[in-house]
């Protein structure tokens, strides 16, 4: 079982930037592909970005690509989400989320641990 725990959200203006991180109990974490998404109000869960099991091949929605960046410190258990120029649009609730494999996809079903999610809100 891993638990996961996101932190770093808040309020901030557009053009700012946030750093979430999503700390993960459990010995395996290492070998578990993470991925981040999103859920605004009145809308469906969106993929944000993944990163497999060792860090070295990341994915990003075409929505935040070259804004935010996912990495990961596995001797920490810990992965991050560095959001740049954040704009609005990107207000939302952020959730990271475990799938028991090396590599996954932008499918939410693909995963199976999930955090409890941190908000974001970016003022105009």
């Known amino acids: 079982q891993v638990q996961l725990v996101e932190s770093g959200g808040g309020l901030v203006q557009a053009g700012d930037s946030l750093r979430l991180s999503c700390a993960a109990s459990?010995?395996?974490?290492?070998?578990?592909?993470m991925g981040w998404f999103r859920q605004a109000p009145g809308k469906e869960r969106e993929f944000v970005g993944l990163?497999?099991?060792?860090?070295?091949?990341?994915h990003y929605a075409d929505s935040v690509k070259g804004r935010f960046t996912i990495s990961r410190a596995n001797a920490k258990n810990t992965i991050y989400l560095q959001m740049n120029s954040l704009k609005p649009e990107d207000t939302a609730v952020y959730y990271c989320?475990?799938?028991?494999?090396?590599?996954?996809?932008?499918?939410?079903?693909?995963?199976?641990?999930w955090g409890q999610g941190t908000q974001v809100t970016v003022s105009s």
């Open positions: 989320a475990g799938d028991r494999a090396l590599y996954s996809g932008t499918d939410p079903e693909h995963y199976d641990y």
């Open positions: 459990g010995r395996t974490f290492s070998a578990y592909a």
């Open positions: 990163i497999n099991w060792n860090g070295d091949i990341t």
